[in-house]
C-alpha cells in the first residue's frame, strides 16, 4: 500500500508480521502465541476501541499459523460494507464449510467491524460457528461488545483490547522515525502521543503526515496537521467556561473545529480526559459527576446525528451556569 507520492504509508509498513513482533498488549498476546503454538484455538471475539491491535493480532495469529499459506487459510470481511444477512448466508457459508489447506485441521475467518452486523446477520452467524467449527475457526473484532449478541459471546473466548500506554506508542515512534531516518524533537513525540490518546495508527498516521512536509519534525509541524483537538486548546476552552466566559469558551471552540478539523466526537472525549484533571476547588467533584452525565447526553444526541456545535455550545453552558451558580 502506498501514498500517493509512492511512499509506503507506514501503518502497513511497519504492522507486525508476527505474534512476536507486536507491542503492548502484554496480557493477550502471550495467549495468542500458545494458541499457535499448539495449533489449536477457539473462536475468537476481539474488543477495544480503535488503533489498539485488533486487526494486527488477527493477521499475525494467521501467519503463525499457517506460514506461507496463511493468505490460502484466511478470509477478511469488513462487516461495515458487508453487515446484510446475504452475507453470512452465501460468502461466510460457502467459505466455512471448504476444507483448509495444509496440516493445521482448519481455517480462519476474519470479520472486522463485527458490531456493525445486524441482529438477524449475527443469528445466522451464530448458527454457523457451531455447524462448521471443526473447519473453521471465526475471529470477530468490534469497538463495542455488547453489540455482539450474547449467544455469540458465549461461543468466544473474549479478549479486551486497551488503549496503548504513552510509553508503547513513544517507543513504536521513536523506532518508525529510526527506520525511516527522520528527525522528531521530544516535544513533537509528546504531541503525537496526546493528539493520538492511545491509537497506534492514528499516531504513526500523524507522524508520517508531519514527517512528509519537513525532514525534522518539530511539535509547530504535528500541530499544523493534527486533525483532533490538542489537550491544551481543550484545557483554555473549558477555563473560560469555568470562569463563566461562555463568549471566550464559545470562541475558541469554533477555532478547534475549523483550525483543527476537529469532530465533535473528538471534541468531547477530548473534554471528558481532561475532567478528572480539573481541580476539585474550580469544580467541585459533585458537579463533575453531574457534567459527566451530561456529557454522556450529548454524546447520545451526536451520535443520533445532531449538530456538533450547538451541542458541544450546550456543554460549554453547562459548565458557565454551574460556574456562576457557585459564585
Not at 67 to 79: A, I, T, V
Amino acid at each position: 500500500m502506498v501514498t500517493k507520492a509512492g511512499e509506503a504509508i507506514w501503518v502497513e509498513k511497519y504492522r507486525p508480521g508476527s505474534l512476536e513482533e507486536m507491542v503492548g498488549q502484554d496480557a493477550i498476546v502471550p495467549l495468542l502465541r500458545s494458541y499457535a503454538a499448539k495449533r489449536s484455538m477457539p473462536h475468537l471475539l476481539f474488543a477495544g476501541p480503535p488503533g489498539t491491535g485488533k486487526t494486527t493480532a488477527a493477521l499475525a495469529l494467521a501467519r503463525d499459523l499457517f506460514g506461507s499459506e496463511w493468505r490460502q487459510n484466511l478470509l477478511e470481511l469488513n462487516s461495515s460494507d458487508e453487515r446484510g444477512i446475504d452475507t453470512v448466508r452465501t460468502t461466510i457459508k460457502q467459505y466455512a464449510r471448504t476444507a483448509p489447506l495444509g496440516n493445521v485441521g482448519f481455517k480462519l475467518l476474519f470479520l472486522d467491524e463485527a458490531d456493525n452486523l445486524t441482529a438477524e446477520a449475527q443469528a445466522a452467524l451464530r448458527r454457523l460457528m457451531e455447524r462448521y467449527s471443526g473447519s473453521c475457526r471465526f475471529i470477530l473484532s468490534c469497538n463495542y461488545s455488547s453489540r455482539i449478541i450474547d449467544p455469540i459471546q458465549s461461543r468466544c473466548a473474549v479478549f479486551r483490547f486497551r488503549a496503548y500506554s504513552p510509553e508503547a506508542v513513544r517507543a513504536q515512534l521513536e523506532r518508525v522515525a529510526k527506520a525511516e531516518g527522520r528527525t522528531v524533537t521530544p516535544e513533537a513525540l509528546e504531541t503525537i502521543v496526546a493528539a493520538a490518546a492511545g491509537d497506534l495508527r492514528r499516531a504513526t498516521n500523524l507522524l508520517q503526515l508531519a514527517a512528509t512536509h519537513a525532514d525534522a519534525v518539530t511539535a509547530e509541524t504535528v500541530k499544523e496537521y493534527a486533525t483532533v483537538p490538542l489537550r491544551r486548546e481543550v484545557e483554555a476552552m473549558l477555563e473560560a467556561a469555568l470562569r463563566d466566559n461562555f463568549a471566550e469558551a464559545r470562541r475558541r471552540l469554533y477555532a478547534i473545529i475549523t483550525d483543527r478539523g476537529a469532530s465533535g466526537e473528538e471534541i468531547l472525549r477530548a473534554i471528558h480526559s481532561y475532567l478528572p484533571d480539573i481541580s476539585d476547588a474550580v469544580l467541585p467533584p459533585r458537579d463533575k459527576v453531574r457534567l459527566v452525565e451530561f456529557l454522556g447526553e450529548v454524546d447520545f444526541r451526536l451520535a443520533e446525528g445532531a449538530s456538533d456545535r450547538i451541542q458541544l455550545e450546550a456543554v460549554l453552558a453547562h459548565v458557565a451556569a454551574g460556574s456562576s451558580a457557585r459564585r
